[in-house]
């Protein structure tokens, strides 16, 4: 059950980052609580388990977003991942997580490159949300991706 709460936070993590660039507090939390009580039900270790998840999936994002590198929806939906897949999976999943969003924005600054050598400096005609980064949902589908291959 773990798992279909887990694929079905991915989901919609990855939907609504990549269309909207947030995440929405009812997402992280309807996914949290559902984890919590999952958790619950498999007794004190499981729930020791969630919760260092938690903490772990907090404490990987929190410096960057004090830096101004992250929003708060990717440090939420990153500890609810840790919540929902426990410390070592966890782990696997944010490093695959993080080599998919550093190739991301890579291709993300080649595109803007080649689109300012081709127009004018003035780039008023794309939306500034358009060259951020949907980091929540490419963690999210990682964490999936990464408890199909466990």
């Given amino acids: 059950m773990r798992l279909v709460i887990l694929f079905l936070f991915a989901a919609a993590a990855a939907y609504v980052d990549l269309r909207h660039r947030r995440v ?14 999952l958790a619950a039900c498999g007794g004190l270790c499981s729930l020791r388990c969630a919760a260092c998840g938690l903490l772990l999936g907090f404490a990987l994002l929190f410096p ?46 080649a595109v803007r490159r080649r689109r300012r050598k081709g127009r004018e400096q003035n780039e008023s005609y794309i939306r500034a949300s358009a060259w951020t980064l949907p980091y929540a949902g490419i963690l999210s589908l990682s964490a999936a991706l990464s408890a199909l291959l466990a």
Avoid at 24 to 37: D, F, K, M, Q, Y
Avoid at 95 to 104: D, H, I, T, V
């Fill in 24 to 37: 929405p507090n009812r997402l992280v939390a309807t996914a949290a609580a559902c984890g919590v009580i």
């Fill in 64 to 109: 960057a977003f004090i830096l101004g590198m992250v929003g708060g929806g990717d440090v939420k939906s990153l500890a609810v991942l840790g919540l929902l897949t426990g410390p070592g999976l966890l782990w696997v999943s944010f490093l695959r997580g993080a080599a998919a969003g550093g190739l991301a924005a890579v291709v993300l600054l």
